[in-house]
């Protein structure tokens, strides 16, 4: 499990256009890790429709 600034940390370097590769050297972890939080945040941040919306 990753510290909350290491995901921070993630989070930027993706939005700078860093590689997962390259973001995993920097940081020392796999690049199945950076894969996995780099799609976890990414899903959390997409908003959902209630379910009233779905009938406007």
């Known amino acids: 499990m990753l510290k909350k600034g290491e995901i ?7 939005a700078e256009g860093f590689s997962k590769s390259a973001i995993a050297r920097k940081l020392g972890i ?3 890790t950076v894969r996995r939080y780099a799609k976890f945040t990414s899903q959390k941040s997409k908003k959902r429709a209630t379910f009233l919306q779905s009938f406007f």
């Open 8 to 14: 921070k940390m993630i989070k930027k370097f993706l």
């Open 30 to 32: 796999s690049r199945e």
